[in-house]
């Protein structure tokens, strides 16, 4: 057997991306802004100042087309295993026999087993650049509290989580390495906050939601000028962290000589698709690609397929901006589904702009298929996907399917945001035949 030449298609160190890229720049008319929700007015620089650092609040509002990556945040992303390889699913083609070709873009090689630390090493290094002593987070499946503690320990700042608690109690090992990471972690809804507090007493048994443990993670920020708040995914300067992904991306196809037909990411808040698409949603706006991009959710918290664009809150307790998203409501509780990643009510406003405007097309899954995808990539590529990644692998192998029966030889290329190693409760529950339906 020969294997094909694109099987992998790596980069040098010296080829990651020197600057990020920024959709604002390029989006036909201008995105709207983020509203303060006492006054219902766009919300000031200074008005964010409790919540963010300063250079995070510049690249939140910035419409620059390129920013420079900072050297020290570059050398970071080089441990996290970056430029990350792009993969061709040789052994997946083979066993659904398409004529499609299917590439995955590897962010589960990151040894914080997702793309989350592209986003958590800048905004630990901005914040410790600014004199910030301790980050404030939410996390739902766990990943992304786990990158932030691992990111705040190498800049010397702390690391505080509040951790959806269907998810906590379902994934000790989160806490586990949260803390190895040096970082602290709370079940949300927790005692540490007031507005913790105040739900406990009324929902005694809640499981919790993102919103919830966002509103919790801005309380501890707002109340001390030494603390401020990182948020994982859904805001402008996420998105424009992630676009190394993209950026490696498009050199990497470049070198491979492939021309995309369909690029496909799961969405939570959109940072790991926004970050492996924008890119290319660049050349489309362009007139360069005729690619066509695919964000796939969770039934769970179907934003864009089930929910509306309109403004609402980020959070549920009312401490955030209102953003102008894809929502289903800031107070609506999604089913505890292990794709938590995914459980988010609203969706980044950069993404709904673009879905809005023609150039993204969305899908959304039952847990139990995506589970299904996962098993099968499992079988086939060796990889145990995070339940999230699934959702993308879902689609791809259904495009792929398509193409068997259109015979059109497609180059579907997905975002594997990550792996699926802390996440085996999830396939345990999926091989004993006790997962539940997630719609
Ligand atoms: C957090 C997470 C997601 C969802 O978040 P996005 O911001 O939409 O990318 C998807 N996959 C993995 C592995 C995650 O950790």
């Given at each position: 057997m020969t294997l094909p030449k694109d099987i992998r298609t790596s980069l040098d160190v010296e080829e990651l991306p020197k600057k990020w890229y920024n959709l604002a720049a390029d989006l036909p008319g201008r995105l709207k802004p983020p509203l303060?929700?006492?006054?219902?007015?766009p919300v000031r620089p200074d008005e964010l100042s409790s919540l963010f650092c300063d250079k995070i609040i510049k690249q939140e509002m910035s419409t620059e087309r390129f920013i420079n990556i900072p050297g020290e945040v570059r050398d970071n992303l080089v441990h996290l295993c970056r430029p990350s390889v792009l993969q061709r699913a040789y052994r997946l083609e083979k066993h659904l026999k398409t004529p499609a070709k299917i590439y995955f873009k590897r962010e589960d090689m990151s040894p914080l087993g997702s793309h989350k630390g592209n986003t958590a090493i800048a905004q630990a290094y901005y914040n410790a650049e600014a004199g910030i002593h301790t980050l404030t987070t939410e996390t739902g499946a766990g990943q992304w509290g786990t990158a932030l503690a691992a990111s705040c320990n190498l800049f010397d700042i702390k690391a505080t989580v509040f951790m959806v608690r269907g998810s906590y109690d379902h994934k000790p090992t989160r806490k586990i390495v949260t803390e190895l990471y040096g970082g602290t972690i709370y079940p949300s809804p927790s005692v540490h906050t007031e507005y913790g507090r105040k739900y406990l007493k009324e929902h005694p048994d809640s499981i919790g939601s993102l919103g919830i443990a966002i509103t919790e993670a801005c309380e501890l920020a707002m109340k001390d000028p030494g603390t401020c708040y990182a948020l994982g995914s859904v805001l402008n300067h996420v998105m424009l962290h992630q676009t190394v992904i993209g950026l490696e991306l498009k050199e990497q196809m470049k070198k491979a000589e492939i021309e995309p037909d369909v690029m496909i990411g799961c969405v939570g808040g959109g940072s790991n698709f926004a970050g492996f698409s924008f890119p290319m949603i660049a050349e489309k706006i362009k007139g360069n690609t005729e690619c066509e991009f695919l964000a796939v959710e969770s039934k769970a918290a179907p934003s864009i397929t089930g929910g509306e664009y309109r403004y609402d809150l980020?959070?549920?307790?009312?401490f955030t901006p209102m953003l102008m998203m894809h929502t289903v409501g800031h107070d609506y509780v999604p089913p505890?589904?292990?794709?938590?990643?995914?459980?988010?009510?609203g969706m980044s406003p950069l993404v709904s702009a673009a879905v809005e405007q023609g150039y993204v097309n969305a899908v959304a899954y039952d847990q139990l298929e995506t589970f299904e995808a996962g098993e099968t990539f499992a079988k086939t590529e060796g990889i145990i996907p995070a339940p999230e990644s699934n959702h993308a692998i879902k689609a791809a192998i259904d495009e792929a399917i398509r193409c068997r029966q259109t015979g059109e030889e497609k180059s579907i290329i997905f975002c594997l945001s990550g792996h699926g190693m802390l996440d085996l409760n999830g396939y345990s529950e999926y091989l004993d035949g006790s997962m539940k339906s997630s719609s």
């Open positions: 303060n929700p006492k006054t219902m007015e980020g959070d549920t307790g009312g505890s589904v292990h794709a938590g990643g995914l459980r988010y009510h």
